[in-house]
């Protein structure tokens, strides 16, 4: 789904934190939670990973 994601519908039974790297040494993060669904996501263009801990190195984005 890299940088692939227009739309989404979140069927997982856990929060899990998409996320961005602006740059490096430079990341953002979406939390998504359970349920959430988009057709036309802003985040469309900046997906680069997702993972179930929230990032501890990684800025609200």
């Known amino acids: 789904m890299h940088r692939k994601a227009a739309s989404f519908e979140s069927n997982a039974d ?3 934190y998409a ?4 740059r490096p040494g430079e990341c953002l ?7 959430d ?5 802003e985040w469309r ?3 680069d990973a997702v993972q179930t801990d929230r990032p ?3 800025q609200p984005g």
Not at 29 to 35: D, E, L, N, P
Not at 37 to 41: H, L, M, V
Request: charged share 15%; net charge positive.
């Open 19 to 22: 996320i961005h790297w602006a």
């Open 14 to 16: 856990v929060t899990v």
């Open 37 to 41: 669904r988009s057709t036309s996501w």
């Open 29 to 35: 993060y979406r939390t998504i939670w359970t349920g």
């Open 56 to 58: 501890s190195d990684c």
């Open 45 to 47: 263009n900046k997906l």
